[in-house]
């Protein structure tokens, strides 16, 4: 069974300051895709990224960097300089290739941004 | 950019009355998915379908859910007899294929039974 796991429930950061929001998942699929999502306070799902389990390379996108590990079966995003539009709630999710796709979602971390 | 589109975007029901969320699918889009998120807790998956045929259901996906296609393009969630349990927001989610991990979600409505 796949399951992921936000360690951090919530975080506050003052602006500018980088910040990193960890991922851990669980998985006996050599075959997924992990996903970041944004959920800002208006409720809808943000796709930020998606990764295969065959593309270890760290992806960088303005201030977004995600860190792929599968030694650690991990899966981080850090905003750099971070701002109060940063401020949401972020949600990992892992799909499983031999199972149906459907995305197993963690439970979220919530980023405060102050300015 | 197409997208998923979801009506309405906030529903007020009273315990026990029946509700129908709908979403409009993007265009050449096959395959539909209803996700659940209760406030604060993560994103659940609720139900696929295909081809006016449920593909896949969780066992939150009770007697008290049903999903049609009523006319070729709304995708619809009916709760028979809601509960406040049953307040959250729901997301709705299309795909062009089976098994791709291509999801695209609608805004989502979100579901208040008082």
């Known amino acids: 069974a796949q399951k992921v796991t936000q360690a951090q429930t919530e975080i506050s950061v003052v602006e500018k300051e980088d910040v990193t929001l960890d991922c851990v998942y669980e998985?006996?699929?050599?075959?997924?895709?992990l996903f970041w999502y944004k959920q800002p306070p208006s409720g809808e799902l943000v796709f930020l990224i998606r990764?295969?389990?065959?593309?270890?390379q760290n992806e960088i996108s303005g201030r977004y960097s995600w860190n792929f590990q599968k030694s650690t079966s991990s899966f981080n995003f850090t905003i750099t300089a971070s701002q109060v539009v940063d401020s949401a709630v972020y949600f990992c999710a892992l799909s499983e290739g031999g199972g149906s796709y459907i995305p197993t979602f963690g439970r979220g971390t919530s980023l405060i941004v102050h300015p | 950019e197409p997208e998923v589109t979801q009506t309405p975007s906030h529903q007020v029901t009273q315990m026990g009355q029946e509700v129908i969320l709908r979403c409009v699918p993007i265009s050449n889009h096959l395959y539909f998915y209803w996700y659940r998120q209760i406030l604060g807790q993560k994103v659940e998956f609720l139900v696929s379908?295909?081809?006016?045929?449920?593909?896949?259901k969780s066992e939150i996906f009770d007697d008290q859910f049903s999903v049609e296609r009523p006319d070729g393009s709304n995708f619809t969630l009916k709760i028979r007899s809601t509960k406040l349990e049953d307040s959250a927001m729901y997301f709705c989610?299309?795909?062009?294929?089976?098994?791709?991990?291509?999801?695209?979600f609608g805004p989502g409505t979100r579901l208040t039974v008082t």
């Open positions: 998985t006996r699929d050599t075959t997924y895709y």
């Open positions: 989610a299309t795909t062009q294929e089976a098994r791709t991990y291509e999801q695209y």
């Open positions: 379908f295909y081809n006016n045929e449920i593909s896949e």
């Open positions: 990764r295969n389990s065959f593309d270890e």
